[in-house]
């Protein structure tokens, strides 16, 4: 999709690669602001402006940043899903919760960093909010239920999870077989 605009200069790779970097390129930008923005909100504008240089000029950007991958992507989302975390700390409802569940699990589905639901449950409980972490629970997976229901009931297709569904079963239990 975001290849296609270039698509009608030349239908070639080298297109379809440049797009995909310039979306790496955005996608990055895009966690610097967040990035900028938690650590201003938690320490002080010196610390997130420092921070951010020290995190754009970070080995591990210049690598993810040459070669289109979901690293930069699993950057953002760490990254904005902390935001919100803490956003939703500071201004606390239902409504809110309920917004940012969906969104935190509208994220996973593009990468299945599942430590980030993990965080935010064992945060709830520690702060015994269990209510709260209920319904982070239930909302945050939405989103998966809604792909599978588009994909097995509209599509008619297969759902394979590369977590689960290798072989036969669970493959981390396979495993020890």
């Known amino acids: ?6 698509h009608w200069v030349s239908n070639s790779y080298v297109m379809t690669f440049v797009s995909a970097e310039l979306f790496t390129i955005a996608l990055f930008f895009a966690t610097l602001i967040i990035f900028y ?16 240089c020290l995190l754009i000029f970070s080995p591990f950007v210049h690598v993810w940043l040459v070669q ?3 690293n930069i992507y699993g950057a953002f989302m760490l990254v904005a899903s ?20 969906l969104l935190i699990g509208f994220l996973l589905l593009g990468k299945k960093l599942f430590a980030i639901s ?4 064992l945060l709830g409980i520690y702060a015994k909010r ?14 998966w239920l809604s792909w599978y229901l588009l994909v097995t009931r509209v599509w ?18 396979d495993m020890i077989h």
């Open 82 to 101: 902390l935001y919100l975390l803490w956003d939703y700390y500071k201004h606390r409802s239902p409504k809110r919760l309920i917004a940012y569940s």
């Open 68 to 70: 289109p991958e979901t």
């Open 118 to 121: 993990f965080f935010i449950i």
């Open 37 to 52: 923005a938690l650590v201003e909100n938690l320490i002080s504008a010196r610390v997130a402006f420092l921070s951010c």
């Open 130 to 143: 269990y209510r709260e972490t209920a319904l982070f629970f239930v909302m945050h997976l939405l989103p």
């Open 156 to 173: 008619h297709l297969p759902f394979y999870m590369d977590e689960l569904s290798f072989g036969v079963g669970v493959w981390l239990l």
């Open 1 to 6: 999709i975001i290849a296609t605009p270039l």
